[in-house]
Nanobody, 120 residues
Framework: QVQLVDSGGGLVQSGGSLRLSCEAS????????MGWYRQAPGKQRELVGR???????QFGDSVKGRFTMSRDIAKNTLSLQMTSLKPEDTAVYYC??????????????WGQGTQVTVSS
């Protein structure tokens, strides 16, 4: 059993910053990739940023230059540092990970989500 716990959301004014954290725990052989997605009311879930197994990082166009990620492989954690926040960044943010169980299978997991609200 694997769990992803994401945290750090809250209410912030436009132009402010927030840091989200995600921790994976349980029966983890290897984390292939980890990332963040978000979903605003009435919209589809979209990529915020993702780090692949080789450390390759990709960000959604709307957050490039404002958001950064850092991953601690030993602790199975991923952080998302968000700066210059805008009202349109308001959404529920979800941690996501592709995790190998060591038997050749890779499973995809989601965190429970953390609300980020940016006031204008």
């Amino acid at each position: 059993q694997v769990q992803l716990v994401d945290s750090g959301g809250g209410l912030v004014q436009s132009g402010g910053s927030l840091r989200l954290s995600c921790e994976a725990s349980g029966s983890i052989f290897r984390i292939i990739g980890m990332g963040w997605y978000r979903q605003a009311p009435g919209k589809q879930r979209e990529l915020v940023g993702r780090i692949g197994s080789g450390g390759r990082t990709q960000f959604g166009d709307s957050v490039k230059g404002r958001f950064t990620m850092s991953r601690d492989i030993a602790k199975n954690t991923l952080s998302l540092q968000m700066t210059s926040l805008k009202p349109e960044d308001t959404a529920v943010y979800y941690c996501n990970a592709d995790i190998s169980d060591g038997s050749g299978h890779v499973f995809n997991y989601w965190g429970q989500g953390t609300q980020v609200t940016v006031s204008s």
